[in-house]
């Protein structure tokens, strides 16, 4: 076994080496990179776990980007892909023109919308969803003649992506860093009363729509405050503000539901979607509207709306997408996300117990997360964050966790594969037990 760590060692560094020399990464640190390679090398997954390029296996708690929903491994998905592949590896959908695939796979994303949301534009991803989104919202208020109805809202805390104009909707400040993102987009407090001023003070007649996560994720984790989507769908009804839901880690049962809305009981104007639809065997997105809109649309408009991305509707993607949601069903993963969203509450309680300074437990079907603090009672934060430190000492302990320190939090949280067991709910909590024990030691 030594020469197979040696040996595993061995291959990291040839890949290091050229990893930092050529291989410019996603939200990375271009000081570490240089100083400390790329972190882990991963080369396999099956199930809930993550293997590296050691041999060393991870539990993925994050379903890597919140993604992976089905789990790692699934062979079928590959298939899907092959067969796709093989039979009809690249069409159009510009101009009218379909396949048999992606005709399919909107068929399926409208059986499980809400309402009437039943006319499904794809993407290859999240940021392309939430632009396609904001551009259909304006595009719908020019088309009606009030070309003023332009901007867009959306919540502290939010992400809804990377691209200009999905970094320019994101919330959370760090994200929007840059120069010049794209312009007439506004933040608002996650409360009914700050929206009602922010509409009163910007002017009803000067915005477009309102996007919002469900729950948000990578805010942290956010449940939104109670009957916000009620009061909210009333304030867009009553002041003819479209409401856009971003889906894309809610949907596709993350949250126990088909979609994060349904735990809330309204349907939006738009939905977008994405990671969930193909647990991240294939990059593809979407963007849903109503028939309503539809129909609006349909009616204003003679011309051709000209938006639409190379892979929009790729047949690979759609395939694979429907066969990951297909095995969902197939396999009751979904039902199993309410199972397991219960015992990782529970795992949640006993760490609580165990520990103290851990508070602001959520849970939501398999995605969750508590806080760290160095009083809890007075909520009184750790002088440096505390959970980064847990994430540090997981990682020798085999799993894979995600720290969330925006805007003074301290969170810990969680969104593991659907097909995770009893047991292994239980082995992420141990783990997460022992790192806590491991970064109080050290401190
Ligand atoms: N919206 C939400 C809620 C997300 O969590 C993400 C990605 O994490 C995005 C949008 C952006 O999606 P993508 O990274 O596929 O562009």
């Known amino acids: 076994t030594l020469s197979v760590i040696e040996n595993g060692q061995k291959r990291y560094e040839e890949l290091a080496e050229l990893d930092k020399k050529h291989f410019f990464h996603p939200s ?50 590959g298939e899907a892909a092959a067969e796709q592949i093989k039979k009809l590896a690249f069409s159009s959908t510009f101009a ?151 889906e894309v880690i809610n949907g596709f049962y993350r949250t126990g539901t088909n979609f994060g809305i349904d735990n809330f009981g309204i349907v939006p104007d738009i939905m977008c979607i994405a990671k969930g639809i193909s647990s991240g065997y294939a990059p593809i997105g979407g963007m849903i509207i109503t028939d309503r809109l539809k129909e609006e649309l349909t009616d204003l408009t003679d011309g051709v709306f000209m938006h639409g991305y190379t892979y929009s509707g790729h047949p690979m993607c759609s395939a694979v997408a429907l066969k990951n949601l297909e095995l969902i069903e197939q396999e009751k993963l979904n039902e199993n996300v309410n199972l397991m969203g219960a015992e990782l509450l529970k795992g949640f309680q006993y760490l609580q117990q165990t520990h103290g300074g851990i508070g602001n437990i959520r849970q939501i079907g398999l995605l969750g997360a508590f806080e760290f603090f ?53 082995k992420m909590i141990s783990i997460v037990d022992q790192s806590i024990s491991a970064a109080k030691n050290k401190a």
């Open 28 to 77: 990375t640190s271009f000081k570490l990179q240089k100083e400390q390679g790329p972190g882990l090398v991963f080369t396999e997954g099956k199930g809930v776990y993550l293997k590296d390029v050691r041999g060393k296996e991870y539990i993925d708690s994050l379903s890597s980007l919140w993604n992976v929903n089905i789990g790692h491994g699934r062979a079928e998905l």
């Open 96 to 246: 009218g023109n379909s396949h048999e695939s992606v005709i399919q796979l909107a068929a399926k994303v409208a059986e499980l919308a809400p309402g009437d949301l039943n006319y499904t534009f794809f993407t290859s991803g999240g940021s392309e969803s939430n632009d396609t989104a904001f551009k259909t919202a304006r595009y719908y208020w020019k088309m009606k003649g009030r070309p003023s109805k332009k901007k867009i809202i959306s919540r502290t805390k939010s992400y809804h992506g990377v691209s200009v104009g999905a970094s320019a909707a994101t919330g959370l400040a760090p994200f929007r860093d840059f120069p010049s993102l794209a312009p007439d987009f506004h933040y608002v407090d996650s409360s009914i009363e700050a929206i009602k001023e922010m509409i009163e003070r910007e002017g009803a007649e000067t915005i477009a729509a309102i996007i919002s996560e469900p729950v948000q994720g990578s805010g942290g984790v956010n449940l939104p405050p109670q009957n916000f989507f009620k009061e909210l769908r009333d304030i867009c009804d009553q002041n003819e503000i479209l409401l856009i839901v971003d």
């Open 374 to 426: 160095k009083d809890e009672e007075s909520k009184t934060r750790y002088d440096e964050p505390f959970a980064p430190k847990v994430v540090a000492e997981a990682l020798n302990n085999g799993m894979i966790a995600r720290a969330i320190v925006y805007e003074g939090q301290d969170t810990l949280a969680f969104a593991p594969p659907f097909c995770i067991t009893k047991e292994e709910v239980e």
